[in-house]
């Protein structure tokens, strides 16, 4: 049997992506359907550590992106049950050097991260071990980033999809994208029917 399904918006994957897109799109007033060929998070996010980092990036567009998405996430972290929901983690991240030198290039990549809005602070190599009792000894210092947090990336995907009210359709193939006369997207089709959506 196949059906056709009319919603505002149809997200295709059901992974963190796009459970964000639904979350977002059903916040702004949108009917969402989520359609997915395998479990909320059954590819890349289910595979992933659920890092939200902003000590890996320069300054620029991918550093602004995850600035961003460190932002929304604390939001979404401090809604009642969602972001114990997600075990979301601020714990911080702590980037060492072994070398005075290796420190002095720490130390330049993290000014130039502070001038786009990264908090990034110093550590002595004292301040080392009562920030992680297990580093090696000799280390010569490093820099903390207090913004660095983790998510439980299946769990926060499920729980996203759960918060945005989204019809979600799992175990269906998304087979093509249904198109207008002018060639406007209208919607999918699905090894199980048509999702129209505007």
Known sequence: M????????VVV??????AACA?????????????DRGPVAGGTTGAG?????????????????????????TELASEPGLGTAF??????????????EG????????????????????VTAGQLQELEPELAPGLVGGVYYPQDAQVMPTLAAAHLVRASGARLLTGRTVTGVLRSPDGAVRGVRTDRGEIHAP
């Open 87 to 100: 075990e979301y983690d601020p714990k911080g991240g702590l980037v060492v050097a072994s070398t005075p």
């Open 103 to 122: 420190l002095a290039a720490l130390e330049t990549f993290a000014a130039g991260q502070r001038t786009a809005g990264v908090a990034a602070e110093t």
């Open 23 to 35: 979350l977002y799109a059903a916040r702004a007033g949108l009917d969402v359907t989520v359609v």
């Open 49 to 73: 550590e659920g890092n939200l980092l902003v000590s890996d990036k320069e300054p620029g567009p991918e550093l602004e992106l995850a600035l961003l998405s460190n932002r929304l996430w």
């Open 2 to 9: 196949t059906e056709r399904l009319t919603c505002d918006v």
């Open 13 to 18: 994957g059901a992974g963190m992506v796009g």
